[in-house]
């Protein structure tokens, strides 16, 4: 079960119209972004994973790609570390900070305040997996791209935004089965080698990938020419979607739930450091 | 006499960027209803030739064409693809490629929903294209759980929904384990007696084209070699050997007798003729 | 062929993670020097088989020996080193930039000394007509020349076992055949080959024994001439056989022909022979 996969559940998110959540989501990711307060983003962090749970979703394929995303925070959070607010009052962590005869270098230290900011955007990260997958495992195909084109977007876009997510559990199947075809001309790096030589081997499982890739995409391509694809900008659906009063009333939470979060932003206090040291 | 369906004038195309011409100087003229097997190695032009017939060839890959192609009194240079789609239906080689929805429901409501027919109409041919590829207990599954050749089954029934008289198929079997190759055969035989659809194939199962087509269409380096009647075309030794056809095994039953003085007096391509000629001459019928 | 057993499958189950069994107690020998085909219809668990041989997956019950040892305590590369697998669909892996480095990769992944890399690949690449080609990007080439790249770089492992998983997936008439004689030629010179495939012709004309596989388990396993003559039997699994074995059948409601017709050129000089001995008698 991979992150992007339709996981199919009863739950009110998968009942609810396609253009609601499609809304929903545009607006909150804007919201993540605009959160400055480590307590507001703690706070959002957790509504999205009680929706996240409600909805019946599958923590573990989730997990499996937070990890990923940890590894690579973990960098960001050291950067920050570092090098957050060279010229602000940050504190020091420790008194660790070098001789003033340094010179600039001597902004140069281990800064709590770094330390707060680097969680800060890996707490927002975090927020953003969650909100993503949250819509598209609740959504399929067909109501995705139904919900955009009755939101006005143009069919072709629609489709192709659509058609990208339906691929990917195809690329992962490919990636195992080239894997298995390198594994049985001896390639043994993927179990037993160290990071660097899994990177240098890519090569090996990506390649293939991107020309069975190339040449699966071309062929698509003839297959949907051949069935009009595109011929016109009108087009029949033979499914529909209907904005029920339940939907309506999502809708407005979700507004609602990011207006509580913006104004958060201007009345909570934006740093647990800048609080404590002060 | 019937109508000519499909016209090939002095056509000549090459892939953008080649070197090498794809088609050389292919003059060809095909009627309706007509069951048109088209043969040859890889790489001989078969799938460049099939690819025409729709307009995929040139208005997809672009490259260049001379001469004209032209499909019901369309030409396919000046119309699009997408104009020729309810007339031409195209079933590829590799049945992934070309299954991208996530029921067979919808898989064969797309090219209609995509011309615009009006969904009760949808409905009903939906109903009526899976029955015919003997699909509909599967409506509400994903392509994806279905077999090879239940997915070509499938992949004929995208096109039917889109109500074409011409169907061409681009080496519907070659992925297939003989029993989706014998239901995608029936299934093609089927189109042809009750919609008198016209089926271009191209193929390499020489038992299959010895039953059912009515012109075999001999391609080697682009160039058409040979179109004639299956029993012409297989019984040519020499064209045979050139262009890396094989024949029906009773064919080349009928041709090693031959080489050692053995002439059964007929050149047969199916087993119920071979079966004649061989008994006959056994009893003495033709002598050496 | 020798006495010497090469592959013994012992009591062989598989089931998926899923709870899909796939095979079913299955057990056979193959001995050094064999030309078996294994045929069978979809979902009779020939791909599982074979990824329990080379040792992608591992047996839920019984056992997998390879010239004696367990596949359990070996791992993939060193399977990998005793049975060659020629993949049904050559695109899968080629990744490389030349015919050479693709045709190397397995020799360069066993840490073989560069020097005998060359020659060896060169010696394969000959043998199987790419030599002049051995510069060129292996994606760019025609489907019958991948196909032999793909054939080339698993014969240069010199495993004493060589599994081809339906060689003729896609292939021309030409390409199938070419494929099959270069299997025909390792078999000679003394390897062990095993083919998956549905095309019939060719297992009739070049597999001495033939293996059917019918729902999870062995349905049939002899000589390939005893196995084309349970024509009904086969018929239950959805097999029929070539074009020319049933028209051998056929045949001999009114000529008396012995035995099962693999080839066109058994069946020709059985009816000759026949026909010279009716003729002789009258």
């Known amino acids: 079960m991979g992150l992007v996969d339709y996981q199919s559940e009863s739950s009110y998110l998968h009942t609810m119209d396609p253009r609601v959540k499609i809304i929903a989501l545009l607006y909150l990711s804007v919201v993540v972004f605009m959160v400055k307060s480590i307590f507001v983003v703690l706070v959002m962090c957790g509504i999205f994973s009680v929706l996240w749970s409600s909805a019946k979703l599958s923590w573990k394929s989730w997990w499996d790609f937070a990890k990923v995303v940890l590894s690579i925070m973990a960098l960001i959070v050291v950067l920050q570390l570092f090098f957050y607010g060279e010229n602000s009052k940050a504190h020091f962590m420790f008194g660790l900070q070098l001789p003033d005869n340094v010179g600039i270098l001597s902004n ?14 890996t707490v927002r990260f975090l927020s953003l997996i969650l909100l993503m997958p ?47 075809a390198q594994k049985l001309r001896g390639m043994t790096v993927f179990e037993e080698g160290k990071k660097w030589e899994k990177f240098v081997a890519y090569p090996a499982l990506v390649v293939p990938m991107i020309i069975g890739a190339m040449r699966r995409a071309q062929q698509m391509g003839v297959a949907m020419d051949t069935r009009a694809f595109g011929c016109s900008k009108q087009r029949t659906y033979i499914e529909t979607i209907k904005m029920k009063r339940s939907d309506w009333l999502y809708l407005a939470a979700a ?22 040291l002060n | 006499m019937a109508e000519t369906v499909i016209r090939f004038e002095n056509v000549h195309y090459h892939y953008p960027r080649a070197k090498k011409w794809a088609l050389s100087k292919i003059n060809l003229e095909i009627e309706k209803g007509a069951f048109i097997a088209v043969m040859g190695e890889n790489g001989a032009g078969k799938t460049t030739l099939c690819q025409c017939i729709n307009g995929t060839v040139p208005n997809y890959h672009e490259g260049v064409l001379k001469g004209k192609v032209e499909v019901l009194g369309c030409d396919t240079q000046s119309c699009k693809t997408t104009d020729l789609a309810d007339k031409v239906g195209m079933v590829l080689d590799d049945p992934e490629a070309q299954l991208f929805t996530t029921s067979v429901r919808n898989e064969v409501a797309f090219g209609a929903e995509n011309l615009c027919v009006p969904v009760k109409e949808i409905f009903s041919r939906i109903d009526w294209a899976l029955d015919i590829v003997g699909l509909s207990e599967y409506i509400d599954q994903p392509p994806t ?4 050749g239940q997915k070509q089954r499938l992949a004929i029934a995208t ?9 061409v198929l681009d080496e519907p079997t070659s992925q297939l384990d003989p029993v989706g190759t014998r239901d995608v055969f029936k299934v093609i035989r089927e189109l042809r007696e009750t919609a008198n659809m016209t089926i271009v194939i191209a193929t390499h199962k020489s038992e299959e084209i010895a039953e059912f087509a009515d012109k075999v269409l001999v391609l080697n380096d682009g160039h058409v070699v040979a179109f004639d009647e299956p029993h012409v075309i297989f019984n040519d030794a020499e064209l045979v050997k050139r262009c890396n056809i094989r024949p029906p095994q009773v064919s080349e039953l009928a041709s090693y007798l031959f080489d050692r003085g053995h002439d059964i007096g007929s050149k047969p391509i199916l087993m119920e ?11 003495g019928g033709v002598q050496l | 062929m020798t006495d010497n057993i090469v592959l013994k499958i012992e009591n062989v189950s598989y089931t998926y993670p899923t709870g899909a069994t796939a095979l079913e107690n299955v057990s056979f020998e193959i001995r050094e020097q064999e030309f078996v085909a294994i045929i069978g219809q979809n979902g009779a668990g020939k791909s599982t088989l074979l990824k329990n041989i080379t040792g992608l997956l591992t047996p839920t019950e019984g056992n997998v020996y390879i010239n004696g040892q367990n596949t359990r305590d070996m791992s993939v590369a060193a399977i990998s080193k005793q049975v060659g697998f020629v993949l049904q669909n050559p695109d899968r892996q080629l990744f490389a930039n030349t015919v050479f480095d693709e045709v190397a990769f397995s020799l360069r ?29 292996p994606p760019a080439l025609s489907k019958g020349d991948r196909a032999k790249v793909v054939v ?30 270069i299997a025909k030629r390792l078999n000679a010179e003394g390897r062990t080959i095993i083919f998956v495939t549905h095309h019939m012709p060719l297992v009739t004309e070049f597999s001495e024994r033939t293996l059917v596989m019918t729902r999870k388990h062995v349905f049939l396993d002899g000589p390939s001439h005893d196995v084309f003559q349970h024509e009904q039997e086969l018929a239950t699994t959805n097999i029929r056989p070539p074009q020319i074995t049933q028209f051998g059948e056929k045949l001999k409601n009114v000529i008396p022909l012995s035995g099962t017709m693999l080839s066109v050129e058994e069946l020709g000089s059985e009816l000759i022979l026949q026909k010279q001995r009716g003729s002789r008698s009258n």
């Open chain 1, 108 to 121: 140069y230290g281990p800064k709590w305040e770094g330390l707060e900011f680097g969680i800060l955007l």
């Open chain 3, 152 to 181: 080339a770089s698993v014969i240069v492992m010199n495993t004493g076992i060589i599994i081809l998983d339906e060689p003729t997936s896609g292939q021309d008439y030409k390409g199938c055949y070419q494929i099959m004689n």
């Open chain 1, 255 to 276: 507004i609602m739930i990011g207006a509580v979060l913006i104004a958060g932003n201007f009345i909570i206090p934006q740093s647990i450091v800048t609080m404590i």
């Open chain 3, 109 to 137: 992944n066993a840490k073989v000394a560069e020097a005998e890399i060359k020659q060896r690949v060169m010696q394969t690449l000959e043998s199987v007509d790419l030599a002049d080609k051995s510069e060129e990007f």
């Open chain 2, 145 to 148: 759980a279905l077999s090879g």
């Open chain 1, 134 to 180: 949250m819509v598209i495992k609740t959504t399929t195909i067909n109501q995705m791209s139904l919900g955009m084109v009755r939101l006005g977007l143009p069919y072709k876009i629609a489709y192709m935004t659509t058609t990208s997510l339906n691929i990917i559990p195809t690329f992962q199947e490919e990636i195992r089965t080239i894997m298995d």
């Open chain 2, 273 to 283: 003729d071979a079966y004649e000629a061989v008994t006959r001459w056994y009893a």
């Open chain 2, 159 to 167: 096109n039917l929904a889109m109500q074409p008289s011409i169907l």
